[in-house]
């Protein structure tokens, strides 16, 4: 490309067939992921909110029932640790934009909150998940004097905690970017 082509491209403009291309790409592509996500999200969430509601009774009971104070107490933690996850679960899904008659920008806007979210949840699965978990799960293992199973508890945990954080560097942040890109390209074209 010579000097005298950039400069002509320079002073016009891109052309509008162009840019409306870009638009639909763009808009066809982001709604393509955002609906993947949501169908990943609502499956975690529907697994996730059954198990704790069926693990919920069973807890309750083995608290009751169990003689080891320390399987007690762990019975106890894993009851209140499934009445966190709902909560918790249930209060980000609430995030979620429904209203389509919003403009686009602002649903974008609305949908990349609910995003960063979400990013925040997965990241933070140690401390809101893994650990309430697992100290329930250790003190009715060491109340009954079981460390195998502890071991592989432990193991377990960490397991959810690498996938939970590649999932967030692999799939969510970028996504974040995507809307983020959209918004950008809706910002300047207004």
């Given at each position: 490309?010579?000097?005298?082509?950039?400069k002509?491209?320079?002073?016009?403009?891109?052309?509008?067939?162009?840019?409306?291309?870009?638009?639909d790409?763009?808009?066809?592509?982001?709604?393509?992921?955002l609906?993947?996500f949501?169908r990943?999200?609502?499956?975690?969430?529907?697994?996730?909110?059954?198990?704790?509601?069926?693990?919920?009774?069973?807890?309750?009971?083995?608290?009751?029932?169990?003689?080891?104070?320390?399987?007690k107490?762990?019975?106890?933690?894993?009851?209140?640790?499934?009445?966190?996850?709902?909560?918790v679960?249930?209060?980000?899904?609430?995030?979620k934009?429904?209203?389509?008659?919003?403009?686009i920008?602002?649903?974008?806007?609305?949908?990349?909150?609910?995003?960063e979210?979400?990013?925040s949840?997965?990241?933070n699965?140690?401390?809101?998940?893994?650990?309430p978990?697992?100290?329930?799960i250790?003190?009715i293992?060491?109340g009954?004097?079981?460390?195998?199973p502890?071991?592989?508890?432990?193991?377990?945990?960490v397991?959810?905690n690498?996938?939970?954080?590649?999932?967030?560097?692999?799939?969510l942040?970028?996504?974040?970017?995507?809307?983020?890109?959209?918004i950008d390209?809706?910002?300047?074209?207004?």
């Open positions: 490309m010579t000097d005298e082509e950039l002509e491209k320079w002073k016009n403009p891109a052309n509008e067939d162009e840019v409306s291309l870009n638009e790409k763009l808009t066809d592509e982001l709604d393509s992921r609906r993947k949501e990943i999200i609502r499956r975690r969430n529907a697994r996730e909110i059954t198990l704790a509601f069926l693990l919920m009774p069973f807890m309750i009971t083995a608290a009751w029932f169990m003689h080891p104070v320390l399987a107490t762990g019975a106890v933690i894993l009851s209140i640790f499934c009445i966190v996850v709902v909560i679960l249930r209060k980000v899904a609430k995030m934009p429904d209203d389509l008659s919003l403009p920008m602002q649903y974008l806007i609305v949908y990349r909150q609910y995003l979210k979400e990013r949840l997965l990241s699965v140690l401390y809101w998940y893994i650990g978990s697992i100290s329930g250790s003190l293992f060491i009954f004097h079981r460390y195998v502890l071991i592989i508890g432990l193991l377990l945990g397991l959810v690498y996938i939970n954080r590649r999932a967030v560097k692999n799939y942040t970028p996504l974040i970017d995507k809307v983020s890109i959209g390209y809706l910002t300047t074209n207004e």
